[in-house]
């Protein structure tokens, strides 16, 4: 959230969707294999991502980092990575629909404690929003039906193939991100787009 307020939403997305880590988590702790296949579609990807992410000063010609976009998506793929690998072992019991719920919760009950905490945002105010923006209800569904999914596919997969698989949510959100908030895409993202499907496309077709 904290990045999306510095950057494009390409930007972001890209880079918090490099699930390295929890490839790595799930390698190390639940003793998945990581096949050629996945290390040489996932280096596709990767590329296909830099190219999304990284800004070039029109001026110097040279490529500009800084703290906001880099640190802040880069810490939440660290989170999320290492956080959906766990869920593979709490599926095992829960199930998907109600790890979901459970998750979803938490997430409502820890938002509403840090806004009332940080007074940035009275609860008063915080209620009218969800009855004057129906953004929120649509925002909220979506976001529990990307969980329960998610979930569904770490009982059939490997934390490997669901991360790689996940790339598709580059061209997904950067279509989105014309059609709501009328962000242009340039021909780089566009570039690191195909380099993205080219990866999926190789995971599924190398056996």
């Not at 780089?188 to 999926?200: C, D, L, Q, Y």
């Amino acid at each position: 959230m904290a990045s999306l307020k510095y950057k494009s939403i390409a930007v972001a997305v890209s880079l918090s969707s490099i699930n390295f880590f929890g490839i790595l988590a799930a390698v190390v702790f639940l003793g998945e294999v990581f096949l050629w296949k996945h290390l040489l579609s996932l280096a596709i990807a990767t590329i296909g991502i830099l190219i999304i992410s990284i800004h070039f000063n029109d001026n110097r010609k040279k490529i500009k980092f800084d703290f906001h976009s880099i640190l802040l998506p880069i810490l939440a793929s660290v989170f999320w990575g290492v956080g959906y690998t766990l869920f593979k072992i709490s599926l095992q019991w829960m199930g998907a629909l109600t790890l979901g719920i459970v998750i979803e919760t938490v997430v409502l009950l820890v938002a509403l404690l840090l806004i009332i905490k940080c007074k940035k945002l009275s609860f008063k105010n915080f209620i009218n929003a969800y009855t004057i923006t129906p953004h929120f209800y649509i925002a909220g569904l979506l976001l529990m039906m990307g969980s329960l999914f998610i979930n569904i596919a770490l009982t059939k997969m490997s934390i490997a193939t669901v991360n790689i698989l996940g790339f598709f949510t580059f061209p997904v959100s950067i279509v989105s991100a014309y059609v709501i908030s009328r962000e242009i895409s340039t021909i780089k993202e566009w570039v690191g787009i195909v380099f993205i499907i080219s990866s999926i496309i190789f995971l599924v077709v190398v056996k």
